[in-house]
C-alpha cells in the first residue's frame, strides 16, 4: 500500500507535511448547515452537515484532532470530496470547538468515546436508512478507535477510518516534547488554556459559582509547558482518571485495536513528529478487519502531492475511495 502515496518534492520532511495544511492551503468553500446537538448530561456538540439532503445516500461522521473544529482545511477538504460522490457528511465539533464554550466543566479528551456514542446514536435516528461510516483524525482517530473497540461487534458503523493517530498517549506526550516538535506543544499548550480560560469566562459571566468553583480547584493554569503538565493538572482530574498516567493507560487506542470488528483502515506516517515509530502497532496487535497503511513519509495530517501550483491531498483522494469499495 505504500505505493500509493507519492510525497510533494517541495515539502521535504515531516514537518513541512504537516504545516502546509493550516498555514498555506487555501480555504475549500463549503455551503453547510449547522445542527445543535444536546447531551444527555445537559452540554452541546454542535455538527455541521454538508452534501445530498437524500436519506439514503451513505453518510460519513468526520472528526476533528485537537484544538482543530469542523472549520479545520482537512475537514473542509474531505466534506468536499464526499459531496463529489454524492456523499453525505457531519463534521463534529468536540465540546466547546464550535467557537463558543460549552456549558459544563467537563472538556473534549481523548477518551471521549461516551460523546462519539451519543452523537452516532443521533445520527442513526436521523438517518435510520444512510449508511454510517466514521473518520477520525489525530484526536478524533484515537477517540474513534477506542469506540470501535469498545462497542466490537455491535458497532453500528459500516465502516471507519482513523489517520495520524496518537495510539499510545504516554508516548506521543514525550515525542512531542523533543526537537522541533516543541513548537507544537508550545501552540497546543497556549490553545488549550485559552480553552479553559473561556469557559471560566462564561461561567462567571453566568455566575455559575459551582462549575467555576471545579475549575478553580484544579489548581493554577500557569507553569503549563507539557501535555504531562496540562493532562496532570486538568484533564486527569476533570473526567475521572486518576492521573496522566491513568488517563493516558484508560484513553489510548492501541489498547482497544484487538476487539474492532468492521472494517478499518488506518492510514499512518512513519516520520509522523507526534508519534514515535514504535507507537504505532504491529500488524500482530491488529484485528483480522483492521489494515494499518504506514507511508515512510506524511508527517502528521498532511499527505501532500502535486506540485507547488497545484497541490494535491492523498487523504482526499484515498479516504472517500476506500470507503466506497474501490
Known amino acids: 500500500m505504500t505505493d500509493l502515496f507519492q510525497p510533494a518534492w517541495w515539502l521535504p520532511g515531516p514537518h513541512l507535511q504537516t504545516l502546509w495544511n493550516p498555514f498555506f492551503r487555501t480555504t475549500p468553500t463549503l455551503a453547510r448547515r449547522r445542527e445543535r446537538l444536546w447531551l444527555a448530561d445537559g452540554d452541546f456538540i454542535d455538527l455541521d452537515w454538508h452534501g445530498p439532503h437524500d436519506a439514503t445516500a451513505p453518510l460519513v461522521l468526520v472528526l476533528h484532532g485537537l484544538t ?3 472549520s479545520s482545511l482537512y475537514v473542509l477538504g474531505l466534506q468536499q470530496q464526499l459531496a463529489a460522490r454524492g456523499w ?29 456514542g451519543e452523537v452516532i446514536t443521533h445520527l442513526q435516528a436521523s438517518r435510520p436508512l444512510a449508511p454510517l461510516h466514521a473518520v477520525g483524525y489525530s484526536l478524533g482517530g484515537n477517540v474513534l478507535l477506542k469506540y470501535l473497540g469498545e462497542t466490537a461487534g455491535s458497532c453500528p458503523l459500516r465502516k471507519a477510518v482513523a489517520v495520524s493517530v496518537p495510539f499510545r498517549l504516554d508516548q506521543c506526550a514525550d515525542r512531542i516534547g ?3 516538535s516543541r513548537v507544537y506543544q508550545a501552540h497546543f499548550m497556549k490553545a488549550m488554556v485559552a480553552y479553559v480560560k473561556d469557559k471560566q469566562r462564561l461561567f462567571r459571566e453566568r455566575d455559575l459559582q459551582q462549575h467555576l468553583a471545579t475549575l478553580s480547584g484544579l489548581g493554577t493554569l500557569d507553569g503549563m509547558r507539557t501535555f504531562w503538565d496540562f493532562d496532570g493538572r ?6 475521572g482518571y486518576r492521573d496522566a498516567e491513568d ?14 470488528a468492521i472494517p478499518t483502515l ?16 504491529e500488524t500482530s496487535e491488529l484485528s483480522a478487519t483492521t489494515t494499518l497503511e504506514l507511508h515512510a513519509h506524511g508527517g502528521h495530517v498532511g499527505f501532500i502531492e502535486g506540485t507547488p501550483r ?3 491531498y492523498y487523504l482526499e483522494r484515498r479516504i472517500p475511495q476506500w470507503l466506497a469499495g474501490a
Do not use: K, M
Open 68 to 70: 482543530g473544529s469542523s
Open 88 to 116: 453525505t457528511s457531519v463534521a463534529i465539533n468536540w465540546r466547546g470547538c464550535s467557537g463558543e464554550p460549552n456549558l459544563l466543566p467537563r472538556a473534549y479528551h481523548s477518551g471521549a468515546s461516551d460523546d462519539l
Open 178 to 180: 523533543l526537537g522541533f
Open 234 to 239: 486538568i484533564t486527569a482530574p476533570l473526567h
Open 247 to 260: 488517563y493516558y493507560r484508560r484513553a489510548s487506542s492501541r489498547y482497544f485495536l484487538p476487539d474492532i
Open 266 to 281: 488506518l492510514i499512518q506516517a512513519a516520520d509522523d513528529p507526534f508519534v514515535f515509530r514504535h507507537s504505532v502497532p
Open 310 to 312: 497545484r497541490p494535491r
